[in-house]
């Protein structure tokens, strides 16, 4: 049932990129060699279960935007007359050859604002399709507060829209595509964010897509302000209202880059004003127009692009004094930064007792797939009976592959970590579970590269069960109770909402199966609680950091296998469940509230049941 699903899912996928490469010989290979690609990758079947698992989490889209978002007859009056100042708004939008329909459209969604003091700033760049300049004279005539200007010549988008900066009187701009529609709450909901953050600089939405007819459909919600995905994905998009006086101090945006030019001035922006002055406002507020030949419909099919998306890359690199190389990959962008030299000695602290078979498999697969040159492996021995445990043990010990350090109490995780971190000459630390095997190489390098860096927190890796679907990507935490794993069981290659899946991305807790973070930040924060000896240690650990300014990072590009729980036994075991429910209550009446909103995860997402899937009804409104 679920392969024919997943056929009828990709068929209506393949029938979209069909339409949007609208004939192109080009774009059609462009087509054919990703199934291809996807193919030999291994990567189809989870790429197919995306498109699936997106198509049923959004089918009521539609009755969610009835429910949940302001009426066509809402009074705002209300919310304005709350508001403590009325910021001028300044939109910029750059006009080059759109369909006329389409542009009238734009600029209505503009007029039609609840919010009425802006300005639209439009810049005609030698438009030469019929209907364009007399749609925008009409439109100029019309209202006062549209100021018009046209360029001679063609000069691309960056050109244009910073010809548009230049007339701009408000306090803040907006960019709007000549395509795109606002949503008509649009700039009352970014005044409001303004009262709640008046030092605000850089603001960004939610959004969704129009097809050619209009409809909306597959929504966008954004995570809060994701430092490390914003460096491979321009996740922020629309709608993005920046600081005027900001945008003229970065010189507007760059030329030269086409394609691209919005996220770079979204990475220089972030640069100047500090992840505190931006606000995520989680609210569907722009729509986004896809046509055929649009680069929605293939963003990396575009060679021009791609060549302006890595110089972006490699310049941010470069202003911040960071060694990495820009790789385009079948799932996007990834940055392989290098790892600090000389290599720094990594301590693998990996708690164990008995189960000789599964700690072999650990160990050996360590010393065979390990390309890291400075290890140290410090086994904690939870007092293991088990005679060939115990000779394993002694042969480590002889060999000199491993120094065991004892621990001859009850089961406590938390403590057993907290001894070897202790007992560890390493200044970076991996904690290892005696039930991971390492199947690739470069997984050590990946996560060092990663946890060495400023103000990171705890890097993790990518973890898939036996079968090759996924095991842990990450925690969103208050999912389901205290915290829990989104995308479980997926299959390889399933990329997860606009490929977040598969990019290096900031998460708010995750588990230390195998994961790395800096010695001295670890012990910074008091290591682990001992006190949750069972469950959620390390979802306790990964708020501990976050509140001393640590950032947590997954990577997909350190894939390991996890046999969970293999040594300890699954927690239907009824003494182990008890104990987890008493530990996760503990925990979650500490952090209480931090659960309910987890920056990560968009509030107009449910918390109960499978993740990314919608709220009924959202859980905020406001800016975050």
């Known amino acids: 049932m679920k392969g024919g699903a997943e056929i009828r899912a990709g068929w209506r ?52 935007c009835a429910r949940h978002e302001p009426a066509a007859d809402t009074d705002f009056s209300a919310r304005i007359e709350a508001l403590p100042d009325r910021p ?24 039609a604002q609840c919010y009425g003091n802006w300005e639209l700033c439009v810049v005609d760049d030698a438009s030469r399709a019929a209907g364009v300049a007399e749609c925008l004279a009409r ?133 100047t004003v500090g992840r505190g002055r931006i606000v995520h406002v989680p609210r569907v507020l722009y729509h986004w127009r896809e046509l055929p030949g649009s680069t929605a419909a293939a963003p990396f099919e575009k060679p021009a692009v791609a060549d302006a998306q890595r110089r972006v890359i490699a310049q941010t690199l470069q202003r911040r004094a960071e060694a990495g190389e820009p790789l385009l990959q079948r799932a996007g962008w990834r940055i392989r930064y290098a790892p600090p030299h000389p290599p720094p000695l990594v301590s693998l602290v990996i708690p164990t007792r008995d189960h000789a078979a599964l700690l072999r498999t650990c160990i050996e697969s360590i010393a065979s797939h390990t390309d890291y040159p400075a290890i140290e492996i410090v086994l904690v021995d939870n007092d293991s009976r088990e005679p060939e445990a115990r000779a394993y043990l002694a042969e480590l010990e002889r060999g000199a592959a491993a120094r065991v350090v004892r621990y001859p109490h009850a089961f406590n995780y938390a403590a057993q970590c907290n001894l070897g971190v202790r007992e560890a000459r390493g200044t970076m630390i991996g904690l290892v579970n005696n039930d991971i095997e390492a199947v690739a190489a470069g997984w050590l390098t990946e996560l060092v590269s990663l946890a060495a860096r400023p103000r990171a927190g705890l890097a993790g890796a990518t973890l898939y069960y036996p079968d090759g679907t996924l095991q842990h990507a990450g925690v969103v935490l208050g999912l389901n109770g205290a915290g829990d794993r989104p995308w479980l069981g997926t299959r390889r290659g399933f990329s997860g909402p606009y490929g977040r899946a598969r990019a290096v991305r900031e998460v708010s807790a995750l588990i230390t199966a195998c994961a790395v973070v800096a010695r001295d930040r670890y012990l910074q924060v008091g290591g682990m609680n001992e006190a949750l000896a069972v469950s959620c240690n390390d979802l306790d650990l990964c708020m501990r950091l976050s509140r001393a300014g ?75």
């Open 88 to 111: 001028l708004f300044s939109i910029l939008l750059p006009v080059w050859n759109p369909p006329v329909g389409y542009l009238r459209e734009a600029i209505a969604s503009v007029r």
């Open 139 to 271: 439109e100029a005539a019309a209202e006062p507060r549209i100021r018009l200007a046209h360029r001679p010549l063609n000069g691309g988008i960056a050109r244009a829209t910073n010809d548009a900066l230049a007339m701009a009187h408000g306090e803040y701009c907006g960019f709007l595509d000549h395509d795109d529609r606002l949503a008509p709450d649009a700039l009352l909901c970014m005044a409001e964010a303004l009262a709640a953050n008046p030092e605000a600089g850089l603001l960004y939405s939610d959004e969704d897509k129009l097809d050619a007819d209009g409809k909306r459909g597959r929504p966008f919600f954004k995570p809060d302000w994701d430092g490390e995905w914003i460096r491979t994905t321009n996740y922020v998009l629309h709608f993005t209202v920046v600081r005027t006086r900001l945008l003229r101090d970065l010189g507007g945006l760059a030329l030269g880059i086409d394609g691209a030019q919005d996220w770079d001035l979204v990475l220089r922006a972030a640069e």
């Open 13 to 64: 996928v393949l029938r979209r990129h069909l339409r949007y490469a609208g004939g192109n010989p080009r774009k059609l290979l462009w087509v054919v060699r990703r199934g291809l690609a996807l193919a030999r990758d291994g990567a189809l079947g989870g790429t197919l279960e995306r498109h699936l698992v997106e198509e049923g989490q959004y089918a009521d889209y539609a009755a969610w």
């Open 550 to 624: 640590y950032h947590h990072v997954i990577s997909p590009h350190a894939e390991l296998v996890h046999h969970e729980s293999a040594s300890r036994g699954y927690a239907d075991d009824p003494a182990n469940a008890r104990l987890n429910r008493d530990e996760e209550a503990r925990f979650a009446a500490q952090w209480g509230p931090a659960l309910e909103f987890d920056p990560l995860y968009n509030p107009n997402l449910s918390l109960r049941g499978t993740a990314y899937s919608l709220a009924w009804p959202p859980r905020s409104k406001g800016a975050r």
